[in-house]
């Protein structure tokens, strides 16, 4: 009889690869048919009378959502947050190594405790000596930062919920792992277990808390799907190594816009915040040289000015190259068919190379009046004029179709020092600006080649 007051235990087995569950072993896994890939979990669950029985709330009566956002006092990287860190948010900064996320959550510690209190460091790839070094190196100590190099994740929780820090980082959640499982740090199981309870302990105490994500040879954070799902903001840190500049990109936000970008150069202090990124891009651009051209780039509220670089070169290959870099390559293959077919410009037996400078990457459709200009720019060996900047969607037609937010990059042309704007005539015909500089509205690439060239 003094078994049945006994509460049952539990066992579950769990895909190591992929994270389904089911209540036997299985030898392949129906989900990824993986071989041998199920580890088995143990769990005691509570009776139904200890169970918490959730009610549901009348919305006006939830608590209210307005709470003042932790402000990072660094603004690039408020602007991509939406404003600052959300109390009880949850933030996943992904990156390829070295590109800078260790050293960007550093300055970001620093100058939390600076503004509000303890903070709290856990890391489970370095040493404290090692930490200690790079936040020396980077001018980023301060009395109030506070270090843990465990990773285990209920030590982690306890000692979040003993300190209640401002802010808490772990760096990184693929080496987090739980004494409840036993497959090894970094499996499906473990990344996302480990993240939802972390996730769990910042809603509950109102603690806002940013995971550092490696990711895989695909760009893609390592570890499940799901992972993005349990967080409330997705930030992607990106950049050339072998470039200065670093893009700091929203892919979720569920209090923010996800379309902002932070830019920040990397020097031997750490990250340096790039307030006036236009000028940056354009202060090593070549002057009447053809194959280059400049284009206005929106990125969430910020127009930034780039230069589009195009090299059209006969090959002696059997088949022509295609090579785009910081735009998309199939894009690039569409724009030179149109400009073949209604422009009668011939690229077929060359190569072709395309290039955003500075390393930066723009995906808008905005930039195809850009590519195509530099490409007939290349092949003709005629330069654009250097005061010119122009932008729009180019259709299959060869029609050319309007932009979002012309104003906006009419303004940084303008404030910059161009002279000439050109621009889809659907939106030369709506714009209501008055611009101490030409404004040119076109229909088609037709019309463009001759405004260009003339």
Not at 60 to 79: C, K, N, Q, V, Y
Not at 148 to 159: D, G, K, L, S, W
Not at 241 to 259: E, P, V
Not at 391 to 415: D, I, K, P, S, T
Request: hydrophobic share 40%; net charge negative.
């Amino acid at each position: 009889m003094a078994s049945l007051g006994k509460k049952k235990v539990k066992t579950e087995y769990i895909c190591d690869s992929c994270g389904y569950l089911s209540i036997k072993w299985l030898g392949r896994c129906p989900e990824c048919d993986e071989w041998e890939s199920f580890v088995e979990k143990m769990r005691s669950p509570s009776s139904s009378g200890e169970r918490e029985v959730a009610e549901p709330t009348p919305l006006p009566s939830a608590p209210d959502g307005d709470e003042e956002r932790i402000l990072t006092g660094i603004e690039e990287l408020d602007r991509v947050l939406g404003g600052g860190v959300v109390p009880g948010g949850v933030v996943l900064l992904g990156g390829e190594p070295g590109i800078g996320k260790s050293t960007l959550v550093m300055h970001m510690l620093a100058a939390i405790a600076k503004r509000n209190g303890k903070v709290l460091y856990a890391s489970g790839e370095e040493s404290a000596r090692q930490i200690k070094m790079r936040a020396r190196r980077l001018g980023a100590l301060h009395p109030e930062e506070y270090l843990a190099t465990v990773a285990n994740v209920e030590q982690i929780v306890r000692m979040t919920k003993e300190m209640r820090p401002a802010l808490l980082v772990v760096d990184s959640i693929q080496t987090l792992s739980s004494d409840e499982l036993p497959s090894a740090p970094g499996s499906v199981t473990q990344v996302r277990e480990s993240a939802a309870l972390l996730a769990g302990m910042a809603k509950s105490e109102n603690i806002p808390m940013v995971l550092v994500g490696h990711v895989t040879k695909d760009g893609a954070i390592a570890g499940p799907k799901v992972l993005e799902h349990m967080v409330d903001t997705v930030l992607y840190f990106e950049g050339d190594r072998s470039h200065a500049f670093r893009i700091l990109r929203t892919q979720k936000n569920r209090f923010g816009s996800t379309n902002e970008i932070g830019v920040f150069e990397m020097k031997e202090e750490g990250l340096v915040e790039v307030k006036n990124p236009s000028e940056i891009f354009l202060a090593e651009r070549p002057l009447d040289v053809s194959g280059s051209v400049v284009i206005p780039s929106v990125e969430g509220t910020r127009p930034i000015l780039v230069e589009v670089q195009a090299l059209v070169s006969p090959t002696n290959l059997g088949t022509a190259r295609r090579t785009a870099i910081g735009a998309d390559p199939q894009r690039l293959a569409l724009l030179c068919a149109v400009l073949e077919k209604k422009a009668g410009i011939d690229l077929y037996g060359h190569d072709i190379f395309l290039n955003i400078a500075g390393g930066i990457r723009i995906e808008e459709p905005a930039l195809d009046l850009g590519v195509i200009t530099a490409l007939a720019s290349s092949v003709l060996e005629r330069p654009i004029a250097s005061a010119t900047v122009l932008c729009g969607e180019v259709g299959l037609a060869g029609e050319v179709r309007a932009a979002g937010q012309v104003e906006m990059r009419v303004r940084e042309a303008e404030r910059l020092g161009f002279q000439r704007f050109i621009m889809p005539k659907g939106n030369y015909d709506r714009l209501r600006l008055q611009a101490n500089m030409e404004l040119i509205g076109i229909a088609t690439i037709q019309e463009l080649l001759e405004v260009v060239f003339d």
